[in-house]
């Protein structure tokens, strides 16, 4: 149901924007979120984007530097990353709750049903 795409190999300070789009109206009124994975490490949060709250919530390394938003019109989520760092090099993956109105649960992979496929970002330095 999901799909992320974007990835690629960018030079740290550049800049990359991931997308994931939904088939249908996946996103509405629910809670989505990016986590990322880097090699031998496990699935971590990167930002997370309430259905009820205008604010997003980022963790603190890529705070001021990446942008979530949605486009309920488009079923489109994104993820504007600039500023890259070498540390950023990742798997990136795009996930949704199942509920409508869920609650404030955004931090753990446990706290999504489902997901799209990794997309790579890769930094070099």
């Known amino acids: 149901q999901l799909q992320a795409y974007g990835g690629g190999l960018v030079q740290a300070g550049g800049s990359l924007r991931l997308s994931c789009i939904a088939s249908?109206?996946?996103?509405?009124?629910?809670?989505v979120g990016w986590f990322r994975q880097a090699p031998g490490k496990e699935r971590e949060f990167v930002v997370a984007?309430?259905?009820?709250?205008?604010?997003?919530y980022y963790t603190e390394s890529v705070q001021g530097r990446f942008t979530i938003s949605r486009n309920n019109a488009k079923n489109t989520v994104y993820l504007q990353m600039n500023s890259l760092k070498p540390e950023d090099t990742a798997d990136y993956y795009c996930?949704?709750?199942?509920?409508?109105?869920?609650?404030?649960?955004?931090?753990?992979?446990?706290?999504?049903?489902?997901w799209g496929q990794g997309t790579l970002v890769t930094v070099s330095s």
């Open positions: 996930a949704v709750q199942r509920f409508m109105y869920s609650g404030p649960a955004y931090y753990t992979v446990s706290d999504y049903d489902y």
């Open positions: 249908e109206r996946t996103f509405d009124r629910r809670n």
């Open positions: 984007l309430l259905w009820r709250q205008s604010r997003p």
